[in-house]
């Protein structure tokens, strides 16, 4: 019987991780609705990081140990769904992977089939790894503006914040690869709280990583029907605003959140971000060996699109 080597997060920030291998489950007693993924590439999102510590409540303490990595590509290994038959490359992001089911740091990964989005023909399993959910994130977010025509002259002020984060990076790339000239990223930590509900309208889009004090301080700096793309919180989740932005000016504020985006709109957004949306040039990147994983994910300095490559 297959074994299945795995990354196990145990839930102790002292120790956080243990290798562990597993008996495959027998293709008889597969659900006729899953599928067992033989994994060849796994990403290291900003999630995995966090979910070493139970503090950050990233897994729920009840979920350990679990198996960690939201993000994974690889191929179909077992099925019994003639629509996924064996062989079949496939990626699969966000839902339950990696946080209340077991994920991508694993030779193996048993999938239901409605999360499965197969891989677009121009793109390899390890690109789209060094991407994983922050490139879906950064795609959903930016196809979202783009579905906005008067967002979309290619000289209007856009803004990217958070800009060392891998969202930040890949949508950055995106956005010169689809001739946008006039993009800002900025990388601030620290922003000064707002002083007015309405400031001098500077920004058509934001695409904000940070959260609290920057989207504080941006929502009253954005232009009549301008869009801020809220994704992330690396500052805080704290949000201090007031009406005037959105009544006065029409700012919309879109939440983005990839986890759970239809399985229809993630299909839609790989072949973007393999096709129209590819990031170009494509943001520094690197692949890691399976064996290397408990370090990066521990590292003070972490690289950025960091793929893990889990088999050939
Ligand atoms: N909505 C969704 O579905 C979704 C999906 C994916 C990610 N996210 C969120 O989006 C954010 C970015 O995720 P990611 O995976 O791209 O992160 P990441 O690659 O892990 O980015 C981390 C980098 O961000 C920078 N950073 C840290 N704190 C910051 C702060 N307060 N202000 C500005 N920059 C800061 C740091 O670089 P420097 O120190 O060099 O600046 C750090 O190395 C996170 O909040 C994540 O939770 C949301």
Not at 28 to 49: F, G
Not at 128 to 133: D, I, P, Y
Not at 211 to 235: E, F, K
Request: glycine share 8%; net charge neutral.
């Amino acid at each position: 019987m297959a074994q299945n080597r795995a990354l196990s997060l145990t839930g102790d920030p002292a120790h956080p991780y243990v290798w562990v291998t597993s008996a495959l489950k027998a293709a008889s007693k597969l659900p006729a609705d899953e599928v067992i993924v033989q994994i060849t590439y796994s990403h290291i999102n900003h999630k995995d990081r966090l979910a070493l510590d139970p503090a950050n409540k990233v897994i729920p303490a009840a979920a350990y140990p679990r198996i960690g990595g939201i993000d994974l590509a690889g191929v179909v290994a077992v099925s019994k769904h003639p629509m996924w038959p064996k062989g079949t490359p496939v990626l699969a992001t966000g839902f339950d992977i990696g946080i209340t089911r077991d994920g991508g740091f694993a030779e193996y990964c048993q999938l239901p089939i409605r999360y499965l989005v197969q891989l677009p023909d121009h793109l390899s399993a390890e690109q789209a790894m060094q991407m994983g959910t922050a490139g879906l994130t950064a795609g959903a977010a930016l196809a979202e503006m783009f579905r906005n025509p008067r967002l979309v002259a290619k000289d209007s002020p856009l803004l990217i914040t958070g800009g060392h984060s891998d969202v930040a990076r890949i949508a950055a790339g995106i956005l010169h690869h689809r001739g946008f000239t006039n993009v800002t990223v900025n990388t601030n930590h620290h922003w000064p709280a707002p002083s007015r509900p309405l400031a001098h309208a500077k920004y058509a889009a934001v695409l904000d990583t940070v959260g609290g004090d920057a989207l504080s301080h941006l929502l009253p700096q954005m232009m009549p029907n301008g869009a801020v793309l809220a994704v992330g919180n690396l500052g805080e989740g704290r949000l201090d605003t007031s009406i005037f932005p959105f009544i006065l000016r029409g700012v919309r504020l879109i939440g983005i959140d990839s986890v759970h985006l239809p399985i229809s709109d993630r299909a839609e957004i790989w072949q973007l971000l393999a096709t129209n949306l590819a990031p170009q040039p494509f943001p520094p990147h690197t692949t890691i060996p399976f064996a290397e994983l408990p370090n990066a994910l521990r590292s003070q300095v972490p690289t950025p699109l960091t793929a893990v490559q889990i088999a050939h």
